[in-house]
């Protein structure tokens, strides 16, 4: 009795979570991540100085190779770090003035935003290949992992807590276990992406950044060695996967 | 901010302005109504009868309740017009569609949902009105925080 | 004149339709939601929506705030061709209104 | 001679661990009430990250031993209202640096647990709690446990994914009182036999 009982409701709870992956496909389909890249493009166009890694001006092809290593700066750069270094040198913005509004709202997008979501939709069917032979590189890659397994702040997480185990999930959102390639391709392969929650089209600084703030700990500057270093192992893990964003997510 | 929308606006190729005046009327009783059955009524829509033909396509449960894809299609023979009631909302009328000469009864959109509900379509085909109805869950995703 | 807000179209021939899909940047404001500083943020949402196929309205539209921000729609057409011109227009509560015209691919 | 070498090994990992701690907190600034601190991770943290969470189970044991002396037990009943404990267990604020200070916190129960069978959103990361009083009843030692385990879960296991709610200052005593009444009491609905 007790048995049959729990097989029925593992049944119901099999249904819902069919569902709500019909729920997210059908989102998906209706994404107006594009409206995101109209704008971006418009943006590029007043910085398109800028060397994302392939020269000064190419998009084409360049985000699937981040983040990698900058021997202008000297440093590893994601592609939103990338952008701020431009916005200061090809721009000659103060960093205060470019960093004023890194995330932005439904109202009003921020401006890496935007160009997250036309230069990373400029990449679409490139293989995610970000650098990995620069020492730095190699040291970022080293350090992102480290930071994922890294139990700290009142709730004792660490990016594993969640992300860690296979079949899990937080309500009815499934977590994959990003440090195994297999779950890592598709959910690098579809970031940047419009967030239907809160209408807004997110990065992966902001998505550091918000988990971060949910794992209780003070905040992640933007563009810091930790985001990049935790966006940097993430990609590697997923190497090699085509890219399809900008996606869609819950 | 309004040097950059004018650049945007340069980049849309294909964008026009076109006078209101072109646009019809918005039922303002019908989309204030605070029932199903007010909202109806402001149309002119009497006693619908249910039908196959008229298909709600939703999925049964919805993450986020702000936005709901739902797709409504007619196969009723001179469909003129679908609407779209969700009982539960404080103000059910979502939308009303009017095809004409060339369009196929047929709608994808976007809706916000409150809560659970029973979302309705109605057709309005040869001076008869046709219902279907189909029930989505809202739940909450995610960490909630 | 308002600020334009970004739309974006595609027209795509189909099995004997033409599937027109339409994405509007719009805050489809309900009047009950607060901002960061706890005020009613005004109603602010499209009303009308019309379809014109060569000139001629083939769908027309009253829509609430309960459709969902920035929102996408898609219609069928019958028949259609390459070439044809789709035009997509709407116009909100508070004035603003925009359209865009594309060819079916 | 195991534990030895264990410490030694531990002390070669802490080394990196601290290298990360002197990382982040470089890379991060305090905002709202999330201070620097939080970045220090203690002794407890420290271990669970160097084992991967896989501690050897005498040192896992020593470290329990600690956190349980953490929980401190009201008196009388430990039995509150788990209508207000379901409210509690829905709300996933709390601590992070938008939240207000001072303002009650939840406890995310659902992000990771399923509790009243009437909630289809639950989450799968801790078992599921449906049902949970009803086959152990509520009498005071099952009281005790529940509480001691909302209050400290690394009491019971040390490197278990679930906070430390009543220890790290997340839950009020009262607040976990509800969350025990939510999963004891009969008449809630976690203990309910309701199909809806």
Redesign the interface.
């Known amino acids: 009795m007790a048995a049959a009982l729990c097989a029925a ?1 593992t049944g119901l709870a099999q ?2 979570r069919k ?2 992956q ?3 496909e ?2 998906a ?4 991540a ?2 995101f890249e ?2 971006g ?3 590029w ?2 910085m398109d100085k800028c060397d994302l890694g392939l020269g000064p001006g190419v998009v084409k092809g360049a985000y699937a190779r981040l983040p990698r290593y900058f021997k202008d700066a000297d440093r590893v750069m994601d592609l939103e770090t990338r952008l701020l270094y431009c916005m200061t040198t090809v721009q000659g913005r103060s960093a205060k003035d470019a960093t004023a509004r890194v995330f932005g709202s ?2 009003r997008p921020s401006e890496f935003e935007s160009l997250s979501a036309y230069i990373a939709a400029q990449s679409r069917g490139a293989r995610l290949e970000p650098g990995a032979t620069h020492p730095k590189e190699k040291a970022s890659i080293a ?1 992102g992992r ?2 994922f ?10 990016c ?3 992300h ?2 296979e ?7 499934d ?1 994959p276990v990003l440090h195994q390639p297999q779950y890592a391709r598709p959910v690098m392969a579809s970031w940047p992406a419009y967030r ?2 809160t ?1 807004q089209f997110v990065t992966l600084q902001w998505r550091m950044n918000d988990c ?3 794992m ?6 933007f563009g ?4 990049v270093a935790l966006i940097h192992f993430l990609t590697a893990t997923a190497k090699g996967a085509p890219y399809k964003g900008p996606g869609s997510k ?1 | 901010m309004n040097r950059l929308r004018r650049t945007l606006v340069a980049a849309l190729a294909f964008a026009v302005l076109r006078p209101l005046s072109a646009l019809a009327a918005w039922n303002k009783d019908a989309f204030g109504a605070k029932t199903a059955a007010d909202a109806l009524k402001s149309l002119g829509i009497g006693e619908a009868a249910p039908s196959k033909e008229l298909a709600i396509d939703a999925p049964q449960i919805a993450e986020n309740g702000a936005v709901v894809p739902i797709e409504v299609s007619s196969s009723i023979p001179g469909t003129r017009a679908i609407s779209v009631i969700i009982e539960k909302n404080p103000f059910p009328l979502v939308a009303r569609f009017e095809f004409k000469e060339g369009a196929l009864p047929f709608v994808k959109v976007n809706v916000k949902m409150g809560e659970t509900s029973d979302i309705r379509a109605i057709a309005e085909a040869g001076g008869k009105s046709y219902s279907a109805t189909r029930e989505v869950k809202v739940t909450i995703g995610g960490c909630g925080g | 004149m308002a600020e334009q807000r970004p739309m974006k179209m595609r027209a795509t021939l189909g099995q004997g339709y033409t599937d027109v899909r339409v994405l509007m940047t719009h805050p489809m404001e309900t009047g009950q939601r607060k901002d960061a500083e706890g005020k009613l943020v005004p109603m602010h949402f499209i009303q009308n929506l019309t379809v014109k196929v060569n000139g001629r309205t083939v769908v027309d539209a009253q829509i609430s705030q309960a459709v969902s921000r920035n929102p996408v729609f898609s219609f069928r057409v019958k028949g259609g061709a390459k070439g044809d011109k789709i035009e997509v227009a709407w116009s909100d509560n508070q004035g603003e209104s925009n359209s865009l015209e594309a060819p079916v691919a | 001679m195991k534990a030895l070498a264990f410490s030694l090994a531990l002390a070669a990992s802490t080394a990196f661990a601290q290298d990360v701690t002197q990382v982040l907190k470089r890379d991060f600034h305090p905002r709202g009430q999330a201070t620097m601190d939080r970045l220090t991770q203690d002794g407890l943290q420290r271990v669970c990250t160097d084992a991967r969470d896989r501690p050897p189970a005498g040192l896992a044991k020593t470290l329990e031993a600690d956190q349980m002396k953490t929980i401190a037990y009201p008196a009388g009943s430990l039995m509150g209202d788990w209508k207000r404990g379901e409210a509690i267990a829905q709300s996933g604020r709390g601590l992070t640096w938008n939240d207000k200070p001072g303002q009650a916190s939840g406890g995310s129960c659902y992000n990771c647990h399923q509790l009243s069978p009437r909630e289809l959103s639950y989450g799968s990361i801790g078992p599921s709690l449906k049902g949970f009083g009803k086959t152990r009843g509520n009498g005071a030692e099952v009281q005790r446990y529940v509480y001691g385990k909302i209050y400290n879960a690394k009491a019971f296991n040390l490197c278990s994914q679930m906070p430390r709610l009543g220890y790290s200052g997340t839950l009020t005593p009262e607040q976990i009182k509800d969350l025990v009444a939510l999963l004891l009491d009969p008449a809630s609905p976690v203990n309910s036999p309701v199909n809806e």
């Open positions: 409701t249904d819902a569902e709500i019909r729920y997210r059908m989102v389909e209706g994404s107006p594009e409206l109209l704008e493009e418009a943006l166009k007043k439904a109202d350090l480290e930071l397994f890294h139990r700290v702040g009142p709730w004792d997480f660490s594993a807590s969640c860690g185990t079949g899990e999930r937080i309500r009815m959102q977590l239907v929650s209408s971060f703030r949910q209780r700990t003070p905040e992640p500057t810091s060695e930790t985001t819950r």
